[in-house]
């Protein structure tokens, strides 16, 4: 029994991290359709395989093998570190778990439901507030909705309508009625978040990031060449995505240049990045260390490495993301975040530990740092950006630093007492 449910907890521990099928089988180099199938107990999993899942997930892989015992205390464990105003006893949590199996299931089901229903409020709140598409497909049905209902109206309240004019409306409501199920079920395929399909809807930016994820955030052809042009850009669709894209890989380009792959091995050698040092070793602003430690290849890193990059507006320009991390990328962010506190404080490196509050409370080293890009001449103000590296923390690893709280956007965080709150939540209830 222990190990025909280990598909089951895989799915349950990706959906914690907000990964995708698609994106999680890409990083342990499998087809999504096989993972598919690792999901759903079809085929049995073990040796490297389960072990490169398990670091993908960021999950010891006994967590993923082990009984329904180990899985319920590793659940209780979240569910304690995301209750707020209550401190519960975590350990006696494997007594518990013990003693009462029944009990401690509900609370966990109940845990991973809340979990991912902040995840779903989340992602629509966020899509129905900055998503120009959605608002175009909510007009076009609200619109012929209205239409229709105009048609029916004319048809049902006049007595006598000449024949003509009655075949008219007739056809009005039938090509109406059809365009409305056209863009209902354009809408609701839009809507269908499906685990088996990456799909990046055509928005240029994030079709730059998933040609940057597919991969692998590394471009070894382009180490030591200033050359972005090397790279073939052909599997993007839009003209606007591939401009984007080429903007992306002049960066990594210059980076490349200024921070050469085996120095940079050389430099980190046995040891953790400390983005100042590195600074200072190579001549180059922090920026461009954040961001070239972001790229550099698999394994170089003892542990995932993200990046966010935005501009003076809080927009964000670019975002490679880790297992667990989860911002908003139109808007309504958290402000805590520190890559919005480093635009108050340019050219000053931030550091900071982060607990990110609504999910599984997974914790993030984060160096943050903000530079003047571009200024147009005298007396005129700089235009800034912000990088954020963000890297996983070990469980237990790097202890008594501070931490930070820091939530999703204020719709859905459960920190009642932020002060920076700028408006209530939908989870109040009970606070």
């Known amino acids: ?11 349950e521990r990706r959906q914690i991290a907000g990964l995708r099928q698609a994106e999680l089988a890409r990083r342990v180099g499998i087809s999504a359709s096989y993972l598919n199938l690792i999901e759903h107990n079809r085929r049995r999993i073990g040796g490297k395989l389960l072990v490169d899942i398990a670091a993908a997930l960021a999950v010891e892989p ?14 209780l464990r979240e569910a304690a570190a995301d209750a707020v105003g209550q401190q519960a006893e975590v350990d006696s949590l494997e007594e ?37 598409h959605l608002a175009a497909s909510m007009h ?11 048609t029916a109206a004319i048809l049902a309240e006049t007595q006598e309508i000449e024949p003509e004019w009655q075949d008219r409306f007739h056809r009005n409501l039938h090509q109406d009625a059809e365009r409305l199920a056209d863009s209902s079920k354009s809408l609701v395929a839009y809507l269908d978040d499906s685990d088996a399909a990456d799909d990046r809807r055509g928005v240029p930016l994030e079709d730059a990031e998933a040609f940057f994820e597919q991969r692998g955030h590394h471009f070894p052809e382009m180490e030591g060449s200033e050359d972005s042009s090397a790279i073939d850009l052909s599997e993007i669709d839009s003209a606007a995505a591939k401009t984007v894209a080429r903007g992306l890989l002049d960066v990594y380009a210059n980076d490349a240049k200024a921070m050469p792959l085996e120095a940079v091995k050389t430099a980190l050698a046995g040891t953790e990045p400390d983005p100042i040092k590195l600074a200072a070793q190579f001549s180059v602003d922090i920026a461009t260390v954040l961001r070239r430690l972001a790229a550099l290849p698999d394994g170089v890193l003892s542990r995932p490495t993200g990046l966010v990059v935005c501009d003076a507006s809080g927009s964000i320009l670019f975002a490679k993301s880790v297992p667990g991390f989860a911002m908003p990328r139109f808007g309504e962010a958290c402000p805590l975040w520190p890559l919005f506190q480093a635009l108050n404080r340019p050219l000053v490196p931030i550091r900071k530990r982060i607990v990110q509050l609504g999910r599984s409370a997974a914790e993030f080293d984060c160096y943050a740092y903000a530079w003047p890009q571009a200024m147009s001449g005298y007396d005129d103000a700089p235009v800034y950006r912000s990088v954020m590296l963000v890297r996983s923390v070990e469980e237990g690893g790097q202890g008594g630093q501070p931490v930070a709280r820091v939530g999703p956007s204020c719709r859905v965080c459960p920190n009642a007492d932020c002060e920076s709150r700028r408006e209530p939540s939908i989870l109040s209830e009970g606070f």
């Open 62 to 75: 006994s967590l993923l093998t082990q009984g329904l015992e180990a899985t319920l205390i590793s659940a």
């Open 1 to 11: 029994m222990r190990d025909t449910l280990t598909g089951s907890r895989i799915r």
């Open 140 to 150: 076009e049905v609200l619109s012929t909705a209205a239409a229709i209902r105009s």
């Open 96 to 132: 518990f778990a013990g003693r009462f199996p029944g009990w401690a299931a509900v609370l966990a089901q109940m845990h991973r439901r809340v979990v991912s229903l902040e995840r779903t409020v989340e992602t629509l709140s966020d899509r129905l507030t900055h998503d120009p």
